[in-house]
């Protein structure tokens, strides 16, 4: 790994620039609008930043990438929806400086607190990943902005009242930064070694699931997950996949499915793998007609 350069106490504005020379930003773009000029934007890049800006567009049919330009800045068309897990993958290759940002384009993290960020993987060596506060347009904190490691009855919890679940946003904040299982796949920051030592994302999830799947091989290896709540990033939510209810229910129940055969209900559990497809199979229809009216209220 490269020496860390240091950060300056105080202020972190002066040395904003000096650590976006240390990060690849990786952004996958799909119709996001105007909220990917706002993601730009919040970095507040200029040209002796030396910043490196990779977008990758999943085929955008909409007007996003109209004018975006910055220092460092590329775009990879790639003429069709790759995915998420794809798409990232695709914009981290051939990547070399110490850290990746994995940005949703709907999401704004300003270059001072992406500093904070750094400061804290410098100061915690045994860490691979972190991730923000994630806040919506309301300023509360979005669901999944913390999380905990899915389990069979974890994932129960989700849906059953009296069970504790994934998500860990009901629970009061910590204030400084703590050693967590999971943060929100729209904001991370990761080392890049410890990216490619696991190959990067699961390119078989079609889109929810492949950050929880990374975060699991990535403690299998012996890395550790922070979650950091100094540092606040906004999140609009679904700029991408606006109007597609349906295609976002069935994409969440595969990505289960692949993450229950992958991390749960393996070896001796096996034997649940059916239990658990029936149990997806019947959320699916039953939640499959309120998402489709939705999606035509929508159009």
């Known amino acids: 790994m490269d020496a860390p350069a240091p950060v300056a106490d105080g202020s972190l504005s002066g040395a904003a620039g000096m650590v976006l020379a240390r990060v690849s930003v990786l952004i996958v773009n799909y119709n996001a609008g105007d909220c990917l000029r706002r993601c730009i934007d919040a970095l507040a890049v200029d040209a002796d930043s030396a910043a490196e800006i990779r977008i990758v ?12 330009e910055a220092p460092g800045l590329t775009i990879d068309r790639a003429g069709t929806n790759l995915g998420f ?21 709907d999401a704004e993290l300003r270059a001072d607190d992406l500093a904070r960020l750094i400061a804290e993987l410098d100061a915690h060596p045994e860490c691979v990943l972190l991730g923000p506060r994630v806040v919506g347009a309301d300023g509360r904190e979005q669901r ?6 899915p389990s069979a009855l974890r994932i129960l919890g989700e849906v059953l009242p009296g069970i504790s679940g994934i998500d860990r946003t009901h629970t009061p904040a910590p204030e400084r930064s703590i050693e967590i299982e999971g943060v929100s796949g729209a904001c991370m920051l990761v080392r890049r070694t410890a990216f490619e030592a696991v190959g990067g994302f699961d390119t078989d999830y079609p889109l929810h699931f492949e950050d929880l799947d990374l975060f699991a091989r990535l403690r299998a290896a012996g890395g550790t997950l922070r979650w950091v709540p100094e540092v606040t990033v906004r999140h609009v939510g679904g700029a991408s996949s606006s109007g597609q209810h349906v295609r976002i229910l069935r994409a969440k129940h595969r990505g289960l499915w692949l993450y229950l055969t992958r991390h749960i209900a393996t070896g001796r559990r096996a034997w649940q793998r059916p239990l658990w497809w029936l149990a997806l199979k019947v959320s699916e229809t039953l939640r499959a007609p309120f998402a489709a009216r939705r999606e035509r209220r929508a159009s």
């Open 85 to 105: 897990a794809a798409g990232m993958n695709r914009a981290a290759a051939g990547a070399e400086r110490e850290f990746l940002l994995l940005l949703n384009p």
């Open 144 to 149: 999944a902005s913390r999380r905990r490691e």
């Open 57 to 68: 567009d999943n085929g955008s049919s909409d007007d996003s990438l109209d004018g975006i």
